[in-house]
Protein backbone atom coordinates (compact mmCIF):
# COMPACT_ATOMS: atom_id res chain seq x y z
CA UNK A 1 0.00 0.00 0.00
CA UNK A 2 1.53 3.52 -1.41
CA UNK A 3 -0.54 5.80 1.17
CA UNK A 4 0.96 3.69 3.81
CA UNK A 5 -2.58 3.49 5.89
CA UNK A 6 -3.58 6.67 5.52
CA UNK A 7 -7.01 6.05 4.03
CA UNK A 8 -7.52 3.39 6.82
CA UNK A 9 -7.17 5.79 9.48
CA UNK A 10 -8.71 9.08 8.30
CA UNK A 11 -11.77 6.33 7.71
CA UNK A 12 -11.50 5.19 11.62
CA UNK A 13 -10.91 8.65 12.72
CA UNK A 14 -14.37 9.73 10.71
CA UNK A 15 -16.22 6.99 12.32
CA UNK A 16 -14.94 7.73 15.90
CA UNK A 17 -14.83 11.62 16.40
CA UNK A 18 -15.13 11.59 20.17
CA UNK A 19 -13.27 9.26 21.07
CA UNK A 20 -9.88 10.50 22.97
CA UNK A 21 -6.19 9.53 22.22
CA UNK A 22 -5.77 6.41 24.56
CA UNK A 23 -2.29 5.00 25.62
CA UNK A 24 -1.43 1.45 26.85
CA UNK A 25 1.62 1.76 28.78
CA UNK A 26 4.14 -0.94 27.73
CA UNK A 27 5.72 -1.53 31.04
CA UNK A 28 3.09 -1.61 34.63
CA UNK A 29 4.63 0.30 37.45
CA UNK A 30 5.26 -1.45 40.63
CA UNK A 31 4.09 0.09 44.00
CA UNK A 32 7.84 1.58 44.45
CA UNK A 33 7.93 3.27 41.49
CA UNK A 34 4.09 4.23 41.31
CA UNK A 35 5.34 6.11 44.83
CA UNK A 36 8.38 7.56 43.41
CA UNK A 37 6.69 9.48 40.47
CA UNK A 38 3.86 10.39 42.63
CA UNK A 39 6.55 11.81 45.41
CA UNK A 40 7.99 13.87 41.90
CA UNK A 41 5.25 14.90 40.45
CA UNK A 42 4.16 17.21 43.96
CA UNK A 43 5.60 20.52 42.89
CA UNK A 44 7.79 21.06 45.73
CA UNK A 45 9.03 17.94 46.19
CA UNK A 46 9.33 17.46 42.69
CA UNK A 47 11.76 20.71 42.59
CA UNK A 48 13.61 19.66 45.72
CA UNK A 49 14.10 15.93 43.90
CA UNK A 50 15.55 17.50 40.55
CA UNK A 51 17.79 20.09 43.31
CA UNK A 52 19.32 17.23 44.39
CA UNK A 53 20.34 14.97 41.57
CA UNK A 54 23.40 13.31 41.52
CA UNK A 55 24.39 13.28 38.13
CA UNK A 56 24.70 17.18 37.78
CA UNK A 57 28.31 16.42 36.72
CA UNK A 58 27.00 14.27 33.94
CA UNK A 59 24.71 17.04 32.20
CA UNK A 60 27.91 19.78 32.23
CA UNK A 61 29.31 17.06 30.39
CA UNK A 62 26.87 16.05 27.86
CA UNK A 63 26.49 19.97 27.13
CA UNK A 64 30.27 20.01 26.19
CA UNK A 65 29.27 16.90 23.42
CA UNK A 66 27.70 17.06 19.85
CA UNK A 67 25.47 13.90 20.95
CA UNK A 68 21.91 14.93 21.33
CA UNK A 69 20.44 13.88 25.09
CA UNK A 70 17.07 14.84 25.89
CA UNK A 71 15.97 17.68 28.51
CA UNK A 72 13.19 18.45 30.97
CA UNK A 73 11.98 21.88 30.74
CA UNK A 74 13.98 21.66 34.44
CA UNK A 75 16.98 21.00 33.41
CA UNK A 76 16.89 23.67 30.92
CA UNK A 77 15.69 26.03 32.97
CA UNK A 78 18.50 24.88 35.58
CA UNK A 79 21.40 25.36 32.86
CA UNK A 80 20.25 28.68 31.40
CA UNK A 81 19.96 30.60 34.86
CA UNK A 82 23.38 28.69 36.04
CA UNK A 83 24.59 30.19 32.20
CA UNK A 84 26.25 27.29 31.35
CA UNK A 85 24.33 27.49 28.34
CA UNK A 86 22.09 30.38 26.40
CA UNK A 87 18.92 29.10 24.14
CA UNK A 88 20.78 29.86 20.94
CA UNK A 89 23.44 27.68 21.75
CA UNK A 90 20.80 24.81 21.91
CA UNK A 91 19.71 26.10 18.75
CA UNK A 92 22.44 25.57 17.55
CA UNK A 93 22.92 21.91 18.51
CA UNK A 94 19.36 21.10 17.00
CA UNK A 95 20.15 22.87 13.99
CA UNK A 96 23.73 20.56 13.86
CA UNK A 97 21.95 17.50 14.82
CA UNK A 98 19.44 18.33 11.68
CA UNK A 99 22.31 18.50 9.56
CA UNK A 100 23.51 15.17 10.42
CA UNK A 101 19.98 13.67 10.13
CA UNK A 102 19.44 15.19 6.55
CA UNK A 103 19.59 12.23 4.98
CA UNK A 104 17.30 10.18 6.89
CA UNK A 105 14.53 12.97 5.61
CA UNK A 106 12.88 13.02 8.84
CA UNK A 107 12.78 16.85 9.49
CA UNK A 108 10.63 19.29 7.95
CA UNK A 109 12.62 21.82 5.32
CA UNK A 110 14.06 24.80 7.15
CA UNK A 111 16.23 27.57 6.65
CA UNK A 112 18.93 27.12 9.16
CA UNK A 113 19.22 31.38 8.93
CA UNK A 114 15.47 31.91 9.48
CA UNK A 115 15.79 29.36 12.85
CA UNK A 116 19.12 31.61 14.39
CA UNK A 117 16.85 34.86 13.76
Known amino acids: NKTGGVRFVRSMAAQLPNM ?5 PSHHL ?3 ELEEHV ?8 IK ?9 IHQELMRTDQFTFWSIM ?5 YKS ?11 VLKGC ?19
Open 20 to 24: PPTYY
Open 30 to 32: TVA
Open 39 to 46: KASEVSGG
Open 49 to 57: LLSNWPNKS
Open 75 to 79: DYSKM
Open 83 to 93: GHTTPSEQMER
Open 99 to 117: EKLSHLKIYSSHLSEDVRQ
